[in-house]
């Protein structure tokens, strides 16, 4: 059977019917070299069938989708499928060195993608280095049969990914930042359906258009796939109406902007009912802080009318806020709530096995004599958790565990800061900014109900992290600025409808507590989805154990693992 919905990208599934109403959905995935031209250059690329942005995966709440991947490429590979919970599946959720070790040149994998209850937008991407700049793609995921949104149905559906585009090859980008210790170098531009818009040279005849009928109303798919920047997007003279984040749903609200971080997902209904013309749909980067190089560009597509009319030229551009409006962003995101229906119920963890706080840094350490170091006072850029900056294996986490091979990671992550100070106060001691290396994981018996405070610190300024989470999505229960204060902000949690995600944006200088029930078990990453951050060591894993019954157990060892 074809599914002919796949009309994004131009992308083709067979579909497998079994007995039950699920399906299995099939694809194959070549890595593989592709020549692009972008900003007036031409260079190779590493892509999925030799596509940018990739393939949409198009599947319904509950299915299977079975993706064949062949690594024609040059380099090594891993594929993530990011936002999916893959319940009792950790062999494929594609991290490096943490669920399996890369697939090598020549290689390939057979990657199982269990989907459960997520309904909604989720995406996919390399999980290896920084290829994940030009090898990602959409997951599109549907009501199942019987069932459809919790709003009237859109007449058309648009996946938009935003993303970043390097004149220099990204792995030269990546050796550069490696060598010098220093901030990686920003993009040359920002992307929107992989095009930088026609305020680019050479872009113009390129340059993403979607074409709309007045009085319809189409939802929009947003992707951040970008690497290391909140972005804000909007649409000239057009509001939006929010309905989804992370593939679950949300009470809707309406605002005439977005703001979007890297691993995030929106659904965003959009009517068409301005006059008929020319508007430019833009993106451009929320910086929070100056610290680091950003790329300073506006990104465009267009959003053009059907219609015999005499368009205005230029389109309009969208109003959007400041790049350092930190109020906007956090007024964005404090609007999302679950919508918490009869149809679509939440489960909030009331009471609590466990309590961590986590502190996420930007650190320094000392310069290696051997390294092109080009920071201050001799010293390169690191990034903690709780002080502890990850040392990735050479052999991955997940079958260490699996085998029981000893020396790989060590199992006592700290679960408070090893050292209490006013984390978010200037001029913070340089004492403070020293981390240590390690490979730790923190174990979690099955069903552990857990409350996890990120609390941000001003070790070398402070800003912004997206923290994701893999294998779960939790509920975002409460957030605020400065130092969160174990006895009082509890008090003020939203524990009626606070939204469900699986990437959530921390604020500069502040805090966010989040809820999950570790009832997925496996071996899980947590990490910044800032590639810098997730770089230089922003990261740590949960072991969640198998419970008791057979159905709350791993799943077996798939045959044809990648080797090390």
């Known amino acids: 059977m074809k599914d002919l919905s796949l009309q994004f990208l131009g992308f083709l599934f067979l579909v497998s019917i079994f007995a039950s109403e699920a399906l299995v959905r099939r694809a194959t995935f070549v890595v593989q070299e592709t020549s692009y031209t972008r900003l007036c250059e031409t260079k190779n690329i590493l892509t999925i069938n030799g596509q940018y942005p990739g393939p949409t995966l198009y599947a319904e709440t509950g299915d299977t989708i079975i993706v064949d991947v062949q690594n024609k490429g040059d380099q090594n590979i891993t594929l993530h499928w990011h936002g999916v919970k893959q319940p009792r599946n950790p062999w494929t959720d594609g991290p490096e060195f943490i669920t399996q070790c890369p697939i090598k040149a020549g290689g390939r994998f057979r990657q199982q993608i269990i989907l459960s209850d997520e309904e909604g937008t989720l995406w996919w ?24 949104y919790p709003f ?51 872009s113009k005849q390129d340059t993403f258009k979607m074409i709309v009928d007045y ?75 100056s610290r680091a190089p950003f790329d300073s560009s506006t990104t465009t597509a267009i959003l053009e009318y059907r219609g015999n009319y005499t368009a205005s030229s230029p389109p309009l551009l969208p109003i959007l806020p400041n790049i350092t409006n930190s109020t906007a962003v956090r007024s964005f995101s404090g609007s999302l709530r679950s919508l918490a229906s009869v149809a679509h119920p939440i489960h909030v ?16 350490v000392a310069c290696n004599n051997s390294v092109d170091c080009r920071t201050a006072n001799n010293q390169r850029l ?32 700290p679960k408070n800061p090893p050292l209490e100070f006013d984390y978010t106060a200037t001029n913070l001691s340089n004492a403070l900014r020293t981390p240590r290396n390690g490979t730790e994981v923190r174990v979690l018996p099955f069903n552990t109900t857990v409350e996890l405070v990120y609390q941000g610190t001003n070790l070398l300024g402070g800003i912004e992290h997206p923290m994701h989470l893999h294998g779960y999505s939790f509920y975002v229960v409460g957030s605020g600025l400065g130092n969160f204060n174990r006895t009082e902000d509890p008090k003020s949690y ?34 910044c989805h800032f590639e810098r951050h997730i770089t230089w060591g922003m990261e740590m894993a949960f072991i969640v154990r198998n419970g008791k019954r057979s159905d ?12 090390c």
């Open 125 to 148: 991407h390399a999980h290896s280095d920084w290829s994940r700049a030009t090898v990602h793609g959409a997951i599109v995921i549907r009501p199942k049969k019987g069932t459809t």
């Open 152 to 202: 009237p149905k859109p007449d058309k559906e648009v996946p938009i990914i935003l993303g970043d585009w390097w004149k220099s090859d990204i792995e030269e980008i990546l050796q550069e930042f490696l060598r010098t210790g220093a901030d990686p170098n920003a993009s040359d531009a920002l992307t929107i359906n992989g095009q930088p818009g026609d305020l680019f040279p050479c």
């Open 215 to 289: 009085g319809k109303t189409y939802m929009l798919r947003m992707i951040n796939a970008g690497m290391n920047n909140i972005l804000l997007f909007g649409i000239a003279n057009h509001t939006f109406t929010i309905v989804g984040q992370d593939a679950a749903y949300v009470k809707p609200f309406k605002s005439d902007y977005i703001s979007i971080s890297p691993g995030q997902t929106l659904d965003v209904l959009l009517e068409a009912n301005q006059a008929p013309n020319h508007y430019y749909m833009a993106s451009r980067v929320y910086i929070g802080t």
């Open 349 to 364: 963890p009331l009471n609590v096995d466990k309590k961590f706080l986590f502190t996420v840094s930007v650190n320094f």
């Open 382 to 413: 690191r990034a903690s958790i709780n002080n502890v900056t990850f040392q990735s294996p050479k052999i991955d986490i997940l079958e260490a565990y699996y085998r029981g091979i000893n020396g790989i990671y060590g199992d006592d992550f």
């Open 494 to 527: 939203n524990l009626v409808d606070p939204p469900l995600v699986n990437t959530i944006s921390v604020p500069r200088n502040g805090w966010t507590a989040i809820r999950f029930k570790a009832d997925n078990p496996g071996v899980w990453l947590m990490h």
């Open 552 to 563: 709350q157990k791993m799943l077996s060892r798939p045959s044809d693992m990648p080797p």
